[in-house]
Nanobody
Framework: QVQLVESGGGLVQAGGSLRLSCVAS????????MGWYRQAPGKQRELVATITRTGPANLADSVKGRFTISRDSAKNTVYLQMNSLKPEDTAVYYC????????????WGQGTQVTVSS
């Protein structure tokens, strides 16, 4: 019943900004971690950022100082503000939801394409 829907991807020039949004719907425990991962062409999926009930948790070194993750827990929505974008940020960005209580479940969105031109 859980579904994640991403939006906000697109084409942007280097140095520009984008904000990704992900809305989770369904039966979702408050005991969860949400985050963003990305997969560039020919590469494995990698963690970008995660956020817990307390606040931001993990953040990739490659995006530190440029990307900011936030969430609206009441609406089960997570955001990724991406500033100073670089061509190497080009990837499909996936929203992730991990529910760890009362049972463990891992959900993924369909992904949204982010393309940064030089």
């Amino acid at each position: 019943q859980v579904q994640l829907v991403e939006s906000g991807g697109g084409l942007v020039q280097a140095g520009g900004s984008l904000r990704l949004s992900c809305v989770a719907s369904g039966s979702i425990s408050s005991m969860n971690v949400m985050g963003w991962y990305r997969q560039a062409p020919g590469k494995q999926r990698e963690l970008v950022a995660t956020i817990t009930r307390t606040g931001p948790a993990n953040l990739a070194d490659s995006v530190k100082g440029r990307f900011t993750i936030s969430r609206d827990s009441a609406k089960n929505t997570v955001y990724l503000q991406m500033n100073s974008l670089k061509p190497e940020d080009t990837a499909v960005y996936y929203c992730n939801l991990v529910i760890y209580y009362p049972t463990f479940n891992n959900y993924w969105g369909q992904g949204t394409q982010v393309t940064v031109s030089s």
